[in-house]
């Protein structure tokens, strides 16, 4: 008991220093000298005919009062679920608007103070509702991004098994210039999101525990000690290996799906099947990726591993269209984006200690060097056709 009430000490106080803050500190004062600070963020827009319905949330520090609204520049009526919001506090906003599609649209929100708090549309079009119509369209979406190029990709299997050991070399390495490319690019997307989420929300650090969390959770179960393969019913190490990269993969492809779904939701038709097509043959190399760990492995059932990879890598790409198509949320895409970042890190790192184990020697050879890079060529050349 002694312990517990030194160790809980120094956190009672602190509570106790931050209420007489609170109440007898020079709070009130700054707050007469200085004008309160006001945000407001937009977390979706839901377009329906005729009507226009915002979600929004108080992203300051200060309590804020929405007072009217403008549509493309006109005041507009509406209704409002909340109309003083304390910090974090979360609204719906309706609106009636005869708003035209294919066609740009403002939105302003005006504060009792009068700032204004602005969301612009550039292609107004219907939000999808996931009736069966959609959900086929955005599965079948998924399929065609996601399942089918990964499981195309699976099928250099063959063509890998009968290289030398140098060559299988190669392609491991090529696959960590793979993984690589993929880790840098979702760690970009997560960081450029991390401006459009709310600030209370700490994109930053959203990124940062969805890497670590992934990470250090994979490590943990990997160090659970050796795996005796001679064991029935044991996985090898390099089956699991290929498990741990569709997994990666998976979670990358979850975020590719949400940008694939968000583009249609919000009427970017071109933008979505460019993204559809670039992702298509992004993903296809990624079934080289996944096989290369286990090419020189004989397994009795690898057609069954096949089929459960393939789907494991490419499965949630449907997930995220669905998720983008319906649901679209910042927040979910950073942290989705950030888990893979963490999962695909934990693979490189995996497949660099595994080689290293194999060759006995240093891993920097001609080989390697030029796979890695090679595999960091190959996605940046699928890459430009994403955009």
């Known amino acids: ?106 939105i302003k929100l005006v504060s009792s103070s009068g700032l204004t708090f602005e969301k612009e549309i550039e292609v107004a079009t219907p939000t999808p509702v996931p009736d069966a119509r959609y959900i086929l369209s955005f599965a079948v979406i998924g399929l065609y991004v996601g399942v089918i190029p990964v499981f195309l990709g699976l099928l250099w299997l063959p063509f890998l098994r009968n290289l030398s050991r140098r060559w299988y070399d190669f392609f491991l390495s090529l696959t960590v210039g793979l993984l690589v490319f993929l880790l840098i690019d979702a760690l970009e997307g997560a960081l450029e999101l991390t401006t459009e989420v709310p ?9 940062t525990i969805g890497f670590f969390l992934p990470y250090l959770i994979l490590q943990a179960i990997s160090k659970r000690g050796p795996i005796d393969v001679t064991k029935k019913g044991v996985m090898h190490h390099t089956l699991r290996l290929s498990y741990m990269i569709a ?27 460019l993204l559809v097509i670039g992702f298509m043959m992004h993903n296809l190399t990624e079934g080289i990726a996944i096989v290369a760990p286990i090419t020189k492995h004989k397994e009795d059932n690898i057609l069954r591993h096949l089929m459960t990879l393939g789907l494991i890598a490419g499965g949630p790409t449907i997930i995220g269209a669905w998720i983008g198509g319906f649901a679209f949320s910042q927040i979910w895409s950073l942290i989705f984006l950030s888990v893979g970042v963490g999962a695909i890190f934990h693979v490189v790192v995996e497949i660099v200690k595994y080689m290293r184990k194999e060759t006995q020697t240093t891993i920097f050879t001609f080989t390697n060097v030029g796979g890695f890079l090679a595999g960091l060529f190959v996605m940046y050349a699928t890459g430009l056709f994403v955009f």
């Open 247 to 273: 997994l990666g993969i998976g979670l990358h492809n979850m975020g590719e799906g949400l940008a694939i779904g968000s583009a249609f939701s919000v009427g970017e038709i071109t933008l979505g099947s």
């Open 1 to 106: 008991m002694k312990k517990l009430i030194t160790g809980a000490l120094p956190v009672i106080l602190l509570l106790i220093l931050i209420a007489s803050f609170l109440q007898f500190g020079p709070l009130g004062l700054l707050k007469t000298a200085f004008p309160p600070v006001e945000q407001i963020a937009f977390e979706k827009v839901i377009l329906e005919k005729d009507k226009i319905t915002a979600h929004i949330i108080n992203d300051g520090p200060d309590e804020v009062t929405i007072s009217q609204v403008l549509i493309n520049d006109a005041y507009n009526q509406f209704h409002i679920t909340q109309s003083t919001l304390k910090r974090l506090e979360k609204a719906v906003v309706h609106m009636d608007y005869p708003w035209s599609e294919t066609l740009p649209l403002s």
């Open 199 to 207: 600030q209370a929300l700490q994109g930053v650090s959203l990124v």
